[in-house]
């Protein structure tokens, strides 16, 4: 029986296991792909770019593993081999139209990448290669899809996510530096405390961004490790050779310089998703970490006048259709978004990796919805760490003037005498510099309880910002 398809102008016709499906006719996918089309108009978004790339990869070192296995003829291999590579270039991405939101196993993806090589091989090759028996050899929808989702994941932490965080790590660190001579006063729970030098302050942010960098390393290795190809249906290997996912593992490695790994149990590699659940929690850290420090930085350039307005961010547009001159920080505000959404993806994460939503008995069931997520965070990540260092930290200046006057007008710059005065008779002298509107040294001086030699040696602000 023939079904509706939402194509529109010339089609063909294609038949799958379930019959005939008209298809465009430009289409280079097949009846098993329109189905899905068919079925599934619901984000009328497709699956992730990086995936169908991750797919070329995959389809070409499955047909070289079962070509030197003996299991497919080397012409045929050759022929999967060059239109898969054209898949994983990236110059079909136009014939992968599948929804993300469709079957929970990505088998409409698995098989519109299997009719798009199997096409492009037969019109290489001039012979007839069927996108079952032959591009998807050995293989299930339920150890490609999650395999291809640790391909792309590798991919895209390492070329996009990793560089851009060592970029905003150098960008923060070399702002320490520069300002490293800088004090201001520092505070807590939104209230004046002890001294800080603004490089003090920058290398707190400059460690945070470090420590990104690593977990963005944990979930790359998350991602390289504990391939499921090979499992093929529910992890026992049916209908596939023993060596089948080693050799697939060492292509991979050669194809893309990672170094990929089969999984140390099949059953758990395809049951379930935690390495993916795992990777994105480091992401959601890496989120709260951007996040801590954009919102720093646009408190302390609060102003210009009537705030803390100890930085300068740069103006980069107006801020207002209403209040002529004002500029907002809205670099700061753009990363602090990514955060809200990348949070929010780590539970979209986190429930497709759980039982009862997406794991269940021999295979999760969430999983193009979690690669969708997971990918949207590294691109998010990537992005925002890079336009922060270009666009903010660049032209980010410290206003001394500002620093200085709020430093010297603060109480609790006292704390530098409680160790001569006492811890009580300081909180009584605060509280009178306070009520007399004085700085501490002033009303110090006044009431003469040291020597001015010493008092100057106390009130030191440098000094109070290094130990001992």
């Known amino acids: 029986m023939t079904q509706s398809n939402s194509a529109t102008g010339p ?57 030197d296995l003996g299991k497919l003829p080397a012409e045929t291999a050759k022929a999967i081999i060059a239109a898969a590579d054209e898949v994983a270039a990236g110059q079909h991405d136009t014939h992968f139209p599948v929804d993300v939101y469709q079957t929970g196993s990505g088998t409409s993806t698995n098989m519109n990448a299997n009719e798009v090589i199997a096409n492009l091989a037969s019109k290489i090759s001039g012979e007839k290669i069927h996108p079952n028996d032959h591009v998807n050899m050995g293989q299930s929808s339920n150890d490609t899809f999650p395999t291809a989702m640790h391909i792309a994941g590798a991919l895209c932490v390492q070329k996009e996510l990793l560089p851009k965080l060592e970029k905003l790590e150098q960008g923060l660190s070399d ?194 919805v979690m690669i969708d997520a997971f990918l949207e965070s590294v691109s998010l990540l990537a992005n925002a760490s890079n336009v922060f260092v270009d666009k903010l930290l660049v032209g980010l200046e410290v206003n001394e003037a500002r620093c200085a006057e709020l430093l010297d007008a603060s109480l609790m710059t006292i704390t530098a005498l409680a160790p001569e005065v006492g811890y009580d008779k300081c909180s009584a002298l605060a509280k009178q510099a306070h009520k007399e509107n004085k700085t501490i040294k002033e009303l110090v001086s006044e009431l003469e309880l040291m020597p001015a030699a010493r008092l100057n040696e106390l009130m030191d602000y440098d000094s109070m910002t290094r130990p001992g």
């Open 11 to 67: 089609t063909r016709i294609e038949k799958d296991s379930m019959g005939e499906m008209p298809v465009p006719a430009d289409a280079l996918y097949g009846a098993s792909t329109a189905r899905a089309v068919d079925n599934f108009p619901i984000a009328h978004r497709p699956v992730p770019a990086a995936v169908i790339h991750a797919f070329g990869h995959l389809k070409a070192a499955c047909a070289q593993a079962n070509c």
């Open 175 to 368: 702002k320490a530096k520069q300002w490293d001579t800088i004090v201001k006063i520092g505070r807590t729970h939104l209230m004046d405390a002890t001294p800080i030098r603004v490089g003090q302050v920058l290398s707190g942010y400059a460690q945070q961004a470090k420590y990104a960098v690593l977990r963005a390393g944990y979930a790359f290795e998350g991602m390289r490790l504990n391939l499921p190809i090979g499992g093929t249906a529910v992890g026992t290997g049916i209908n596939t050779h023993p060596e089948f996912s080693g050799k697939v593992c060492q292509i991979l490695k050669q194809r893309t310089g990672i170094d990929f790994a089969e999984a140390q149990n099949h059953p758990e590699a395809q049951a379930c998703a935690d390495c993916f659940v795992q990777a994105h929690a480091s992401f959601k850290t890496i989120a709260v970490s951007l996040s801590k420090i954009a919102n720093d930085i646009r408190h302390l350039g609060s102003g210009p006048r009537c705030g803390l307005g100890e930085l300068v961010l740069p103006a980069i547009q107006p801020g207002s259709s209403i209040m002529p001159g004002k500029v907002n920080p809205v670099m700061c505000e753009s990363v602090m978004q990514v955060a809200c959404r990348v949070i929010g993806n780590d539970a979209t994460v986190t429930m497709a990796g759980m039982g009862g939503v997406g794991s269940i008995f021999e295979l999760n069931v969430a999983m193009p």
